[in-house]
T-cell receptor, first 113, second 110 residues
Framework: DAGVIQSPRHEVTEMGQEVTLRCKPISGHNSLFWYRQTMMRGLELLIY????????DSGMPEDRFSAKMPNASFSTLKIQPSEPRDSAVYFCASSSGMNEKLFFGSGTQLSVL | RKEVEQDPGPFNVPEGATVAFNCTYSNSASQSFFWYRQDCRKEPKLLMS???SGNEDGRFTAQLNRASQYISLLIRDSKLSDSATYLCVVIYSGNTPLVFGKGTRLSVIA
């Protein structure tokens, strides 16, 4: 049974470049979450979707960050332009409902040089 | 005041020891609680749910104290493999997602 699938696992890019992170939630889950994790700030919720609709993006740090969920099986998080302070691990997670336990993908380790 | 607070640790304990972590939450309307475990460079994984009556899973016991607004995790007979960061998770009501604590780091030493 496939879990949450994220790609790429690692991304190294230069400042100013566009970065796109991808996520495939668990089939049948209708809630999807994007988190960012750093040593200093821990796990930060960036944005979450319910039934493909963005519910709250107040955690998105700047306009450089955007997320989409065109269908129930795919979501993207885009950073344009990227900056060194965006370097972190980005996790996607899904659940069967807003108040249900989350299942995480393996994360994308992003390094912006 | 932070919504969910945990002692970051690290807790360094010898194998076989019993160790306990607490996690406090600020919103009395909190409805559901979980403990997640995160290994170094890995994703968080659900360890156990926390029920009002308390629950046990092998060497792990989770308890909820609503009056004092905290949950706890007790690990008995610690193993080297228990070394990880333990994240406290709280869910409020309605359309609000889970809130994660910053985690407590545990190192079990041989």
């Amino acid at each position: 049974d496939a879990g949450v699938i994220q790609s790429p696992r690692h991304e190294v890019t230069e400042m100013g470049q566009e970065v796109t992170l991808r996520c495939k939630p668990i089939s049948g889950h209708n809630s999807l979450f994007w988190y960012r994790q750093t040593m200093m700030r821990g796990l930060e919720l960036l944005i979450y979707f319910n039934n493909n609709v963005p519910i709250d993006d107040s955690g998105m740090p700047e306009d450089r960050f955007s997320a989409k969920m065109p269908n129930a099986s795919f979501s993207t998080l885009k950073i344009q332009p990227s900056e060194p302070r965006d370097s972190a691990v980005y996790f996607c997670a899904s659940s069967s409902g807003m108040n249900e336990k989350l299942f995480f993908g393996s994360g994308t380790q992003l390094s912006v040089l | 005041r932070k919504e969910v607070e945990q002692d970051p640790g690290p807790f360094n304990v010898p194998e076989g020891a019993t160790v306990a972590f607490n996690c406090t939450y600020s919103n009395s309307a909190s409805q559901s609680f979980f403990w997640y475990r995160q290994d170094c460079r890995k994703e968080p994984k659900l360890l156990m749910s926390v029920y009002s009556s308390g629950n046990e899973d092998g060497r792990f016991t989770a308890q909820l104290n609503r009056a004092s607004q905290y949950i706890s995790l007790l690990i008995r007979d610690s193993k080297l493999s228990d070394s990880a960061t333990y994240l406290c998770v709280v869910i409020y009501s309605g359309n609000t997602p889970l809130v994660f604590g910053k985690g407590t780091r545990l190192s079990v030493i041989a």
